[in-house]
């Protein structure tokens, strides 16, 4: 329950993010079509509980604007709509973002645990520099890989 509650609590901060960037560049469109998309993800999240469909507004509105807030907020709807494989995915990559926040990542370790409750992990085992290809997206970079992939 903590991941979702620290969930909310970074989603109402957000709006100030957008402010900046509407504020530095001047508004685009772009920008109030990427913060409507946010609300609604948020609207959908916290009022409906409808994981999947914040999600899918959480990935538009981060396509039009990649900041950390969005991210965070993508990986964790990822993570309640049952998507371990992106949520992962997308908290590793909120993990190296440059704006991540210190009590978030500090959630990192508890959230990967639980999305890794969902997955299967292989290892892979190939001649060093070996190009790995798993669905048809390499993986991870080169052979060899010391832990197990998640799939």
Do not use: C
Not at 47 to 67: I, V
Not at 95 to 112: C, F, I, M, V, W
Request: glycine letters at 4%; charged letters at 30%.
């Amino acid at each position: 329950m903590a991941p979702r509650i620290r969930f909310l609590a970074v989603a109402l901060v957000v709006p100030l993010a957008f402010a900046h960037v509407a504020h530095a560049e001047g508004e685009t469109s772009a920008t109030r079509e990427a913060e409507a998309r946010f609300e609604e993800g948020k609207r959908l999240y916290r009022d409906k509980k409808d994981f999947e469909g914040a999600r899918l507004k959480f990935a538009q509105a981060f396509a039009l604007n990649p900041s950390a807030a969005i991210l965070w907020n993508l990986a964790v709807s990822e993570l309640d709509a049952n998507r371990p494989l992106e949520a992962l995915q997308h908290f590793r990559d909120y993990a190296r973002h440059s704006d991540a926040k210190t009590s978030n990542t500090e959630l990192l370790p508890e959230l990967t645990k639980r999305a890794r409750k969902g997955l299967g992990r292989i290892a892979i085992e190939a001649p060093e520099g070996t190009e790995i290809v798993v669905d048809g997206r390499p993986f991870p970079d080169r052979a060899p890989e010391s832990d197990p992939a998640d799939v």
